[in-house]
């Protein structure tokens, strides 16, 4: 199994909008609505963003947003703040010979300037 | 609230073996599947083994079947990962995470464990 593809980086400044993108395959982002984003802090653990593309945990930011379209998701954070400034990973979940499988991207670097 | 505390890591040679712990509290363990997520030193998170709730079924990452077991003892609320054959390509801080089987995500993580495989 493949992982996912993220950009390595973004960026953007106080109060702008970023969006990460995630693309797989129709074997796994685009077949399934189990695609989840976290974000993780160096030396932290990583936090649960979005699930089922689209869903924010409670306590997490309504500046927090996932969507999909086909094989790729996107994840987009709107007023951007010092805070935000993290790593990003994908997931979603798949099969691998019909047996449940698990896969990230890998990983996107989002500084706010 | 959930805590996940991992246990259990440290420096091993190469082809040795090594057992995680992670003692889980907050929630009824017994009727969640389980993960381990592992992080290379500057790298990504990588899958490595699911089981469900009960531990009638195990899956593994490619690279660690055969060599990790994944287990667990609901009676003490705690979460296991046995790894023998250890490769230097397995150094990595070690996650225990709580599964969301309606959504199939990590709800919940550990801080983690360092296990450092020297050659």
Redesign the interface.
């Known amino acids: 199994q493949s992982a996912l593809t993220q950009p390595a980086s973004v960026s953007g400044s106080p109060g702008q909008s970023i969006t990460i993108s995630c693309t797989g395959t129709s074997s796994d982002v685009g077949g399934y609505n189990y695609v989840s984003w976290y974000q993780q802090h160096p030396g932290k653990a990583p936090k649960l963003m979005i699930y089922e593309v689209s869903n924010r945990p409670s306590g997490v930011s309504n500046r927090f947003s996932g969507s999909k379209s086909g094989n790729t998701a996107s994840l987009t954070i709107s007023g951007l703040q010092a805070e935000d400034e993290a790593n990003y990973y994908c997931s979603s979940y798949t099969t691998s010979s019909t047996l449940p499988y698990w896969v990230f991207g890998g990983g996107t670097k989002m500084t706010v300037l | 609230q959930v805590h996940l505390v991992e246990s259990g890591g440290g420096v091993v040679q190469c082809g040795g073996s090594l057992r995680l712990s992670c003692a889980a509290s907050g929630f009824t363990f017994s009727i969640y599947g389980m993960?381990w997520?592992r992080q290379a030193p500057g790298k990504?998170?990588?899958?490595v083994a699911?089981i469900r709730y009960d531990g009638s079924n195990k899956?593994y990452?490619?690279s660690v079947k055969g060599r990790f077991t994944i287990s667990r003892d609901n009676s003490k609320n705690t979460l296991y990962l046995q790894m023998n054959s250890l490769r230097p390509e397995d150094t990595a801080v070690y996650?225990c995470a709580k599964h969301?089987h309606?959504?199939?995500?990590?709800?919940?993580?550990?801080?983690?464990t360092l296990v450092t495989v020297s050659s």
């Open positions: 993960h997520v990504g998170l990588e899958w699911f899956y990452t490619d996650y969301v309606s959504g199939s995500y990590y709800g919940d993580w550990g801080q983690g």
